[in-house]
């Protein structure tokens, strides 16, 4: 089977490394609903869709550009 781009799990460690926040920021943040919720794999270990966090971080992203703009 072959796996297509963004379509890897991560685990919440990789979750808190490539975003540089906390496990305890982002399990809040999922029951707030400001970050993408993990997907279930049957196992006691969420994991969360890499393509999902790299639009989560790109909305960041796009949000600081916004901002910038609108204060020139």
């Known amino acids: 089977?072959?796996?297509r781009p963004?379509?890897?799990l991560l685990s919440l460690a990789e979750v808190?490394?490539?975003t540089g926040r906390s496990r305890w920021w982002v399990r809040a943040a999922v029951l707030e609903g400001r970050f993408p919720a993990p997907v279930s794999t049957g196992s006691?270990?969420?994991r969360w869709v890499d393509?999902?966090?790299d639009g989560w971080i790109a909305s960041l992203i796009a949000e600081r550009d916004a901002q910038a703009g609108a204060a020139r």
Do not use: K, V
Request: proline content about 7%.
């Open 44 to 46: 006691r270990s969420p």
């Open 51 to 53: 393509s999902e966090i």
């Open 1 to 3: 089977m072959e796996r």
């Open 16 to 18: 808190c490394e490539r």
């Open 6 to 8: 963004g379509q890897r």
